[in-house]
């Protein structure tokens, strides 16, 4: 069976990847992400899931902020340590920027976590922003973040909270 992803009009001449997975490793790798990957990989979607050994530095890497401007859907798995990852932020604010800028097709997934929690920074993300804040991140930096988090939990995706297993 030949399954083709096929998402809006982009031109897929720059595309290497129809799908970015943006999650926090430590809580969704070995479960509901890692098997989101496999399910996706197995009906021929080709997509890209960061191998944590890319993490070097403090930035976000040349390599990441390439597969994000050359992935046609990026899906975010909001989980409850997410914010505590100055990787995922900054990923979130890369894939949002190619949403406005390339058209790109944002899915948020919220697994265990609240969406009100993602938009308003309340409960495990607004501590994790305030601890975020402590260290040197940076206030613009953190506001970007902040702004990003809002964005995000307010486009049209599945809220998991609720669901047996996701």
Known sequence: MNTQFVVGETSSSYLSYDIFLNFRGEDTRK??????????????????????????????????????????????????????????????????????????????IFYDVDPSQVRKQTGCFGEALAKNKERSFGAERVEKWKAALTEAANLCGWDLINVTDG
């Open 31 to 108: 479960t509901f992400t890692g098997h989101l990957y496999t399910q996706l990989c197995q009906v021929g979607v080709h997509t890209f899931i960061n191998d944590e050994e890319l993490r070097k530095g403090d930035v976000i890497s040349i390599e990441l902020e390439k597969a994000i401007e050359q992935s046609r859907v990026s899906i975010v798995v909001f989980s409850k340590n997410y914010a505590s990852s100055s990787w995922c932020l900054d990923e979130l604010v890369k894939i949002l920027n190619c949403r406005e800028g390339l058209n790109q097709v944002v899915l948020p």
